[in-house]
């Protein structure tokens, strides 16, 4: 399967909806519901999706098996922080500069700090195999004016991704206290990293022995450091794994770009491992 969207959300989506159709054409009857949520909404945040759905009473779920890798199951994953930063300085005429306060210039020592921040981010490396280091992207810079002059105003954007074991909290005051630069930040996206607990663990290992009758060996328990809507299921309570049709090397596999590529083997191996797992889940609790 090749395509845009074809590793982030059309395999796992095409293995969840034919594995509904497996237990659907060998009359199986499962004892529960089992609810197939489809949004297109992972660029924003999730907010007009899952979110939408767990904040309005929309849906109430006993567990969730969100996308993921087909032959590995994760329980845990990075949040995400998203800060818009405004600046402002005070404008003047290039012929003098000294008259006016500099936008750029203080965006641009904030800019130092936040790459020299995220140089020491790079080892704090993560035990839980899969989640890596907390990263910090600055997402865009935007400042300068039309008429020239110095610039009174610039925008950032800051994507910060938050492992499970660090404080968000922490995490959002050690950017937003940023000596010598004056600015307004707005937190714009905050979804909490997603740690494993007892409460998800008989998902997991009903996933991971399919994973084990079909491989012949116990494939890996590990985490993700991508956006997925699992967070938002998780955040509300809800015992929650990544498990579906995609690649163990998401960059090699091209994720978000023109040219995704998805094995079909593996679109086939989660499909039958979702069908049993899922049967097996809701018939034996």
Same mark, same amino acid.
């Given at each position: ?5 074809? +590793? ?11 594995? !509904? ?13 089992? $609810?197939?949520? +489809? ?17 309005? *009473? !929309? ?21 995400t922080l998203v800060l818009d930063v405004d600046v402002r300085g005070a404008a003047a005429p290039a012929y003098a500069p000294s008259a006016g306060h500099d936008a750029m210039e203080a965006a641009n020592q904030a800019l130092t700090r936040l790459y020299q921040f995220w140089s020491a981010l *790079? ?15 600055? $997402?865009? +810079? ?7 002059? +110095? ?10 991704? !938050?492992? #499970? ?6 995490? $959002? ?5 940023? #000596? ?11 979804? #909490?990293?997603?740690?494993?607990? $007892? ?20 494939? #890996? ?12 299921y998780a955040a509300h309570g809800i015992p929650t794994i990544m498990y579906g049709a995609g690649p163990m090397d998401l960059v090699k596999a091209g994720m978000h770009g023109k040219d995704e590529s998805l094995k079909l083997d593996d679109l086939r191996l989660a499909t039958e491992v979702l ?11």
């Amino acid at each position: 399967m090749i395509g845009s969207g074809a +590793v982030s959300g059309k395999g796992h989506l095409a293995a969840q909806a034919f594995a !509904i159709l497996a237990l659907a054409d060998i009359g199986a009857r499962p004892k529960g519901t089992i $609810e197939l949520h +489809v949004s297109f909404d992972g660029d924003s945040g999730g907010g007009h999706g899952a979110k939408w759905l767990l904040s309005e *009473k !929309i849906v109430k779920l006993d567990m969730v098996i969100a996308g993921g890798s087909a032959r590995a199951v994760a329980t845990q994953s990075t949040g995400t922080l998203v800060l818009d930063v405004d600046v402002r300085g005070a404008a003047a005429p290039a012929y003098a500069p000294s008259a006016g306060h500099d936008a750029m210039e203080a965006a641009n020592q904030a800019l130092t700090r936040l790459y020299q921040f995220w140089s020491a981010l *790079k080892s704090k490396t993560s035990d839980i195999t899969g989640l890596g280091a907390p990263s910090l992207t600055i $997402e865009h +810079v935007l400042a300068g004016r039309k008429g020239g002059g +110095v610039p009174d105003h610039a925008t950032l954007r800051i994507d910060r991704r !938050i492992l #499970p074991a660090e404080d968000a909290a922490q995490v $959002e005051k050690q950017l937003t206290k940023m #000596p010598g630069t004056r600015c307004r930040i707005r937190r714009s996206v905050f979804i #909490p990293a997603m740690a494993a607990g $007892e409460a998800s663990d008989l998902l997991r290992d009903v996933v991971a022995d399919q994973l084990l009758q079909r491989l012949g060996e116990d494939m #890996p328990i590990t985490g993700v450091a991508y956006d997925h809507e699992g967070r938002h299921y998780a955040a509300h309570g809800i015992p929650t794994i990544m498990y579906g049709a995609g690649p163990m090397d998401l960059v090699k596999a091209g994720m978000h770009g023109k040219d995704e590529s998805l094995k079909l083997d593996d679109l086939r191996l989660a499909t039958e491992v979702l069908a049993c797992s899922t049967l097996k889940l809701l018939n034996d609790t």
